[in-house]
């Protein structure tokens, strides 16, 4: 026997990508393998119980179909690639997904499929649906709402609403974003499951959930129709309107359906009713028809029935897992409540000690300000004590002072009172001489009036005399002691002599007024030479008194007694300014 004889066999595998809603796997299978085979393995390693409602779904041509679990699967029209591809699917929907769906991992491959079937445009959903589903669906996902956590754009990234609906209002991600969020805020101490739960919920009411359809003919030469398939039994449609058939055959009234190749007959069971046939162009086409109304019909009878053991089981498990996590979820939320208790206890206590401690602090610094007070104000004593010393003796010289200074404001009031004497007495002389002024020119005019009639008298007596003269020159020239002269020079020695005479009489009196104005000037400048040395002698006086004053009301303010000085009457001062202005003008 030869080397390769002894060697064993090998069994010969294929290798199979299996697609979830959430995950992808690859398994080596056996050539041998059915279909029952693998769809057990990829539920046994994604832990799923509930297997009546799946199935391993793959591509043929234009359609799809569904892994036959009693024939091989190299047998079955799969494509025999180097990697074959299935997708693990719901290919049966519960009529009651709260009474029928147990495991979570079911609940949950069920909320990712009608989801994406939703988002798809497969099911169709009205805006307002599908805004509450997307809340629902972000809860699941996100847990509680956070404002501090979820801060706005944080579902910028998530494919929440279908495309129809984005596009069907005129609003901005941030505007749907902000109605998702305020259902979403709503959903509080909801958890994953629940939340899955209750987008099912919703869902399952919407009209096309659940539905598989295909194209139909009534008769070979009719109008093309649409057949759905769903968990509550056949219904026939338009080709426009998915949402409302037009027939319905519920599985409870349906006696029989059989195919022959492209014929399908529906029988009622009330035998009255009239049987309706259909249709299909596609032979895959219609075994998947008939394979999809076997199986729903199967599980609609199933629901009709007592449960089974094991699915008694599994409720049971699934009531128990229940009750342990809402006892869990109880704990943790009471844990949750002490822990946030303690937190916020903790942030008080941390508050309430740096509270301590900057109270300690500022009691530290206000015990060292203290004692730098307590030491300034004893500085502050001593200095005071000296600066009080310094001002008594201060206050006994400004005592001293004070009485100094009253003695002599008594004097300086009584040289004011003497002063303004001075200044009545003054301002009456100068009254005085101006009235003498006035009278001196008034004087002066008949001064110069007299002078005036003089020069006439002069005149006339000059004329007088000369008439005079030449009237008695025959007596004057006998008895006049020279002898006569009796040459031509005796005409001459007469005008000589009426000359002197005339000479005579003039300087004598010009000679007699000049003399009088001479000494009446010399007399008016004496006296205006007088009074303008009274005057400067009573000036300077003043001044002095005013230095005197300012220095004494200077006395009376650093010690807060002060008299006001002597001021004289603006009148006064104004009269007394021009006397002296027209005194020195004189």
């Not at 200044?423 to 001489?433: D, F, G, I, P, T």
């Not at 008695?472 to 005479?501: C, F, H, K, N, Q």
């Not at 104005?517 to 009074?531: D, V």
């Amino acid at each position: 026997m030869s080397i390769l004889g002894l060697k064993k066999k090998q069994a010969k595998t294929f290798k199979v990508k299996v697609s979830t809603m959430d995950a992808e796997m690859e398994f080596s299978c056996e050539v041998k393998w059915k279909g029952k085979d693998l769809f057990d393995l990829v539920c046994r390693t994604i832990g799923l119980r509930e297997t009546w409602f799946f199935g391993l779904r793959y591509t043929v041509k234009d359609t799809y179909a569904w892994l036959k679990p009693d024939k091989r699967v190299l047998d079955q029209e799969v494509p025999k690639d180097s990697l074959i591809t299935f997708h693990f699917l719901a290919k049966f929907f519960p009529e009651k997904v709260e009474d029928e769906l147990v495991q979570e991992i079911t609940q949950h491959l069920f909320f990712l499929q009608v989801k994406k079937q939703i988002l798809d445009e497969e099911i169709f959903c009205s805006p307002e649906a599908s805004v509450l589903l997307a809340s629902y669906a972000v809860q699941a996902k996100y847990g509680d709402y956070d404002p501090n956590f979820h801060k706005p754009g944080f579902l910028a990234q998530d494919e929440l609403l279908p495309k129809r609906v984005l596009m069907q209002y005129q609003m901005t991600p941030d505007m749907w974003e902000e109605k998702i969020t305020a259902w979403y805020a709503e959903h509080r101490n909801i958890t994953r499951d629940e939340a899955e739960m209750e987008y099912l919920k919703i869902a399952q009411d919407l009209e096309m959930y659940g539905v598989s359809y295909f194209s139909i003919t009534q008769n070979k030469r009719d109008t093309e129709l649409l057949l759905g398939v769903d968990a509550q039994g056949l219904h026939i449609y338009s080709p426009n309107n998915k949402l409302s058939p037009n027939k319905s055959f519920p599985w409870s009234g349906i006696r029989n359906i059989s195919y022959s190749e492209k014929e399908f007959t529906i029988k009622p069971l009330d035998k009255k009713k009239e049987v309706f046939k259909f249709y299909s162009s596609q032979l895959r086409v219609n075994k998947l028809i008939l394979q999809l109304c076997i199986g729903n019909h199967d599980l609609f009878m199933r629901r009709r029935k007592v449960d089974s053991i094991e699915v008694q089981q599994m409720k049971a498990q699934a009531k128990e897992e229940k009750a342990r996590k809402k006892v869990e979820r109880q704990i943790l939320a009471r844990e949750k409540q002490m822990r946030e208790e303690a937190e916020r206890a903790k942030e008080e206590m941390e508050h309430r000690l740096f509270q301590l401690q900057d109270e300690a602090r500022m009691a530290n610094e206000a015990l060292l300000r203290s004692e730098e007070t307590a030491d300034l104000l004893a500085e502050k004593a001593q200095i005071a004590e000296e600066e009080a010393k310094l001002l008594a003796h201060k206050a006994a010289e400004a005592e001293h002072e004070r009485q100094r200074l009253e003695v002599t404001a008594l004097k300086t009031k009584e040289e004011k009172r003497l002063m303004e004497q001075k200044m009545r007495e003054a301002e009456q002389l100068a009254v005085k001489l101006v009235e003498q002024s006035e009278r001196r020119l008034k004087e002066a005019d008949h001064l110069k009036q007299d002078l005036n009639e003089a020069k006439d008298a002069e005149r006339r007596a000059k004329q007088k005399l000369l008439e005079i003269t030449k009237s008695t020159y025959p007596l004057i020239a006998a008895y006049s002691s020279p002898p006569p002269s009796t040459g031509p020079e005796s005409p001459d020695r007469t005008v000589d002599m009426a000359s002197s005479i005339r000479m005579d009489f003039k300087d004598s009196d010009m000679k007699r007024l000049s003399m009088e104005i001479e000494r009446e000037r010399l007399e008016y400048m004496e006296k205006s030479k007088h009074l303008q040395d009274q005057l400067k002698e009573l000036k300077s006086e003043i001044e002095s008194l005013k230095l005197e004053e300012q220095h004494q009301a200077g006395l009376y303010s650093l010690r807060s007694y002060t008299e006001p000085p002597y001021i004289p009457h603006s009148n006064r001062n104004s009269a007394y300014m021009a006397q002296m202005a027209f005194y020195e003008e004189v």
